[in-house]
């Protein structure tokens, strides 16, 4: 497959759709960054990385964050993460209160905010965190990203972290809902303020591609800064992208891209194929479920003209 003249064609495909679509402004921070920007990356297993358009320039990573809190998590506990959250998709809004409350504050699954939430918490308590110092769990956080991605110079943005602490009003009713149902052991403002660095973490679509192709290459040996996962675990990982990596529109993706994947509101997505590559695209101005515009035609465009999907 000649990957790097499909990515070409798509790019210029994909153009006229740039300005559909609004970047987030619920986390100011956010907001300030130039939204006329399309990058796109496929890697394949071998390592090989096609590429296209803005493919340098950092961006907030935001939710797709939660695959690496979901690696952490499932590397520490095992089976024993799903006592405390479910794998079912949602079909809410990643910030959603209802669900929660109906289900007695055990989240869904662990791809919207309260399941990894819970994530962090569960985090804050391996790496040995006492109250007002969450310095360990950060440390180890960010070496896993190092490790997994292969590069160590990605780091949080921490006036993005403090940008969201200062507008968190629907994720701090999730953290003190979960609270009361005792889903969270350590004080809700370190939980909070480590789920919101995690979520600041910027990386561009090349270094994305590398980290998540380890999750395409389940059969190989994932271990990663000390979290080893049997590649029975990746696969899962995997299935749980697919069913819930698109906030409420889980089923739309699959139906246009069927592949697993993981979109953040910072415009980023990046999907796999398993035993193939991983994709990643950005693009920040997302539609209303809160994914990036043209990165859903992007890769729906890839799955149709290279007629590869899991399907
Ligand atoms: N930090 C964001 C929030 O909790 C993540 C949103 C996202 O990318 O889905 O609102």
Same mark, same amino acid.
């Given at each position: 497959?000649?990957?790097?003249?499909?990515?070409?064609?798509?790019? @210029?495909?994909?153009?006229?759709?740039?300005?559909?679509?609004?970047?987030?402004?619920?986390?100011?921070?956010?907001?300030?960054?130039?939204?006329?920007?399309?990058?796109?990356?496929?890697?394949?297993?071998?390592?090989?990385?096609?590429?296209?358009?803005?493919?340098?320039?950092?961006?907030?990573?935001? =939710?797709?964050? @939660?695959?690496?809190?979901?690696?952490?998590?499932?590397?520490?506990?095992?089976?024993?993460?799903?006592?405390?959250?479910?794998?079912?998709?949602?079909?809410?809004?990643?910030?959603?209160?209802?669900?929660?409350?109906?289900?007695?504050?055990?989240?869904?699954?662990?791809?919207?905010?309260?399941?990894?939430?819970?994530?962090?918490?569960?985090?804050?308590?391996?790496?040995?965190?006492?109250?007002?110092?969450?310095?360990?769990?950060?440390?180890?956080?960010?070496?896993?990203?190092?490790?997994?991605?292969?590069?160590?110079?990605?780091?949080?943005?921490?006036?993005?972290?403090?940008?969201?602490?200062?507008?968190?009003?629907?994720?701090?009713?999730?953290?003190?809902?979960?609270?009361?149902?005792?889903?969270?052991?350590?004080?809700?403002?370190?939980?909070?303020?480590?789920?919101?660095?995690?979520?600041?973490?910027?990386?561009?679509?090349?270094?994305?591609? =590398?980290?998540?192709?380890?999750?395409?290459?389940? @059969?190989?040996?994932?271990?990663?800064?000390?979290?080893?996962?049997?590649?029975?675990?990746?696969?899962?990982?995997?299935?749980?992208?697919?069913?819930?990596?698109?906030?409420?529109?889980?089923?739309?993706?699959?139906?246009?891209?069927?592949?697993?994947?993981?979109?953040?509101?910072?415009?980023?997505?990046?999907?796999?194929?398993?035993?193939?590559?991983?994709?990643?695209?950005?693009?920040?101005?997302?539609?209303?479920?809160?994914?990036?515009?043209?990165?859903?035609?992007?890769?729906?465009?890839?799955?149709?003209?290279?007629?590869?999907?899991?399907?």
């Amino acid at each position: 497959m000649n990957y790097q003249e499909v990515l070409d064609e798509i790019y @210029k495909e994909v153009l006229p759709f740039i300005n559909e679509g609004k970047q987030a402004d619920y986390i100011p921070a956010l907001a300030n960054i130039n939204p006329d920007q399309i990058g796109m990356c496929l890697q394949t297993l071998d390592g090989k990385q096609y590429l296209v358009g803005d493919v340098e320039p950092r961006f907030s990573i935001q =939710s797709i964050s @939660k695959v690496f809190s979901l690696a952490m998590a499932l590397g520490v506990q095992g089976d024993k993460l799903w006592s405390r959250m479910g794998k079912e998709p949602s079909g809410a809004a990643f910030n959603s209160l209802i669900q929660l409350e109906i289900e007695k504050g055990k989240p869904r699954n662990p791809f919207i905010n309260s399941g990894a939430i819970v994530m962090a918490d569960i985090l804050l308590s391996h790496f040995g965190c006492s109250k007002g110092n969450i310095d360990s769990a950060l440390h180890n956080f960010l070496s896993f990203v190092h490790s997994i991605s292969g590069c160590d110079t990605i780091d949080y943005n921490n006036e993005v972290a403090i940008s969201e602490r200062d507008n968190s009003y629907l994720n701090a009713a999730i953290v003190n809902l979960l609270k009361y149902h005792k889903n969270i052991n350590n004080d809700i403002e370190d939980v909070l303020r480590f789920y919101f660095m995690t979520c600041s973490i910027e990386m561009n679509c090349k270094e994305l591609s =590398s980290a998540f192709v380890k999750f395409a290459n389940h @059969k190989k040996t994932f271990s990663y800064n000390g979290i080893v996962l049997t590649s029975s675990q990746v696969k899962r990982i995997n299935a749980i992208m697919q069913t819930c990596g698109f906030y409420d529109e889980a089923g739309e993706f699959s139906y246009l891209v069927g592949l697993p994947g993981k979109s953040g509101v910072g415009g980023g997505i990046v999907a796999i194929y398993p035993q193939r590559y991983a994709v990643t695209v950005w693009s920040p101005r997302l539609n209303e479920k809160g994914n990036s515009v043209v990165g859903i035609k992007a890769l729906e465009l890839l799955t149709t003209r290279t007629k590869e999907s899991i399907f």
